[in-house]
């Protein structure tokens, strides 16, 4: 005796039962939000919506979730910290009863103005040129919308009479998406059956609109076999920037050669999967105060998430910054309490003025012999240098109206960084402070004082082919500048 195949039980998550309702929500708000709707876009957004919605969460209000979470994804995509009045309405489900009450009340005009206004976003002036009709009107019907809202929510004990209109409205665009079911088959739907109850149901609707535009596929409403609920893991770092040390987030950004975002005006994010070497380039910073230990605070999590193309997607980044900003400034989790910054280099001046008051002695006793001799004196140039397992720190002190020139060696050859067109050209290194820093990623480091602007030193440098290492820099440069002030560095070999 054979028995029948039984097919497999059917899934009971929200991702699964309710896979095209909430591709339709997601691309429907995605481009509300004028973002263009690639696959990669709706696959994203898609994925950072349901690390946020729980398996159980019934459909109708898993889609109006969806829309909230997309608008936080395309925010975060711009690398913005999403922000949005009234975050708290969104966990109050959306009352089928009041959904149901409103649409009775509607007449022509008020269901134009709740389907097209509120559902599909256009605003009151378009309408009132689409139907000819006096925009006083049309705010008096919405208006009346408003009040039919406030009753209902009266009769359930909901307190919106506080709300202001705005936070009103925000809630009927919810109600105006809201499709409380049951809905015919996608397929028939796409192909143009059940026209009055398309017409009647904003997802079949917006569904429908979207396949006949060709921005959707039926391939996309349909969920995939497997892995249709993103669960993988992640630990991440959120640091923190005062405002005096913000200049330095971009300087971080480059010598931490992990996926990181910066967020906001303060916030950067960072995959901490390799905490070692995260923890040594923030203490190399720390040590030289970019940013120094006041500067700066962190916390590490754990938790659902997945890096793509630069974007962390997921909870974690909101949770991570909440946190991050209750921590003690130069405290990060794993590290534990940032060292000082070292101390500056100690000052030439007393060895400048022994060798002044000495020069003056040699210079009267032996006047005719110094005036005979050439002038070989140089200005005392002297960077340090600091480095990590991915570069090097330099850090010079040099006058206002000098001209510098650095350049880096790394795998593919030597770069000219600060060309040394003229004292502004190092105006992108500078501290503020009279002092100029920079990390470059290489192996060695060559900084030059010149004695006057070289507009062509970038063209003497592109068009010499056969340096390709600092050493024959430093050489050809020694030739052709005889008086620059030049000091190399290169990283230990391991």
């Given amino acids: 005796m054979v028995l029948p195949i039984q097919p497999p039980p059917r899934s009971e998550d929200v991702a699964v039962r309710g896979w095209h309702a909430l591709t339709v929500r997601i691309a429907w708000t995605l481009?509300?939000?004028?973002?263009?709707?690639?696959?990669?876009?709706?696959?994203?957004?898609?994925?950072?919506?349901?690390?946020h919605i729980d398996p159980s969460t019934p459909l109708a209000h898993a889609e109006d979730l969806a829309e909230h979470r997309t608008r936080e994804f395309v925010q975060r995509a711009k690398s913005r910290l999403y922000t949005e009045s009234d975050?708290?309405?969104?966990?109050?489900?959306?009352s089928s009863r009041w959904h149901s009450e409103l649409t009775k009340s509607l007449n022509p005009l008020s269901r134009t103005v709740f389907l097209k206004h509120y559902g599909d976003g256009r605003s009151i002036q378009q309408l009132a040129q689409r139907l000819q009709v006096d925009t006083n009107t049309l705010e008096a019907s919405r208006a009346g919308l408003r009040e039919v809202v406030r009753g209902q929510a009266r009769e359930d004990h909901v307190p919106l009479d506080g709300w202001d209109s705005a936070r009103v409205d925000r809630l009927i665009h919810r109600l105006a998406a809201y499709s409380p079911g049951p809905c015919p088959s996608t397929f028939e739907v796409c192909s143009g059956g059940h026209p009055e109850h398309t017409k009647s149901c904003c997802r079949c609707s917006r569904m429908s609109r979207l396949v006949q535009r060709g921005m959707l596929k039926l391939e996309d409403l349909t969920a995939p076999s497997l892995g249709v609920r993103p669960n993988t893991e992640l630990e991440i770092l959120a640091l923190h920037f005062h405002r005096d040390g913000l200049r330095h987030r971009d300087e971080l950004i480059k010598a931490l050669d992990v996926p990181k975002q910066p967020l906001g005006d303060d916030l950067l994010i960072i995959d901490a999967s390799d905490f070692e070497s995260i923890s040594r380039t923030l203490i190399v910073?720390?040590?030289?105060?970019?940013p120094g230990r006041d500067h700066i605070r962190g916390t590490r999590m754990r938790g659902f998430g997945q890096w793509r193309k630069g974007r962390l997607l997921g909870p974690l980044p909101a949770q991570a910054e909440q946190e991050a900003r209750y921590r003690p400034w130069g405290i990060i989790d794993g590290i534990g309490e940032l060292p000082q910054p070292m101390p500056e280099p100690p000052s030439a001046r007393p060895v400048w003025l022994v060798d002044g008051v000495l020069a003056l002695v040699t210079l009267l006793l032996f006047f005719p012999i110094v005036h005979a001799a050439p002038d070989t004196s140089a200005t005392r140039f002297q960077p340090t240098f600091a480095e990590d397992e991915s570069g090097i720190w330099v850090h010079m002190d040099v006058a206002d109206t000098s001209t510098i020139c650095?350049?880096?060696?790394?795998?593919?050859?030597?770069?000219?960084?600060?060309?040394?067109?003229?004292?502004?050209?190092?105006?992108?290194?500078?501290?503020?402070?009279?002092?100029?820093?920079?990390?470059?990623?290489?192996?060695?480091?060559?900084?030059?004082?010149?004695?006057?602007?070289?507009?062509?030193?970038?063209?003497?440098?592109?068009?010499?082919?056969q340096v390709s290492k600092l050493e024959q820099v430093e050489k050809a440069l020694r030739t052709r500048f005889p008086n620059a002030n030049i000091a190399t560095y290169r990283k230990a070999t391991p």
């Fill in 31 to 51: 481009l509300s939000e004028g973002i263009l709707l690639t696959k990669t876009a709706l696959r994203d957004a898609r994925t950072h919506v349901l690390f």
């Fill in 87 to 94: 975050p708290q309405d969104w966990a109050m489900p959306i």
């Fill in 285 to 290: 910073a720390a040590e030289l105060n970019t």
């Fill in 406 to 465: 650095v350049i880096t060696e790394d795998a593919h050859g030597v770069h000219l960084r600060v060309a040394p067109d003229g004292p502004a050209s190092k105006a992108k290194i500078a501290l503020g402070d009279g002092t100029y820093r920079m990390y470059d990623v290489g192996e060695a480091v060559l900084v030059a004082q010149m004695t006057k602007p070289l507009p062509t030193f970038e063209h003497w440098i592109n068009t010499t082919k």
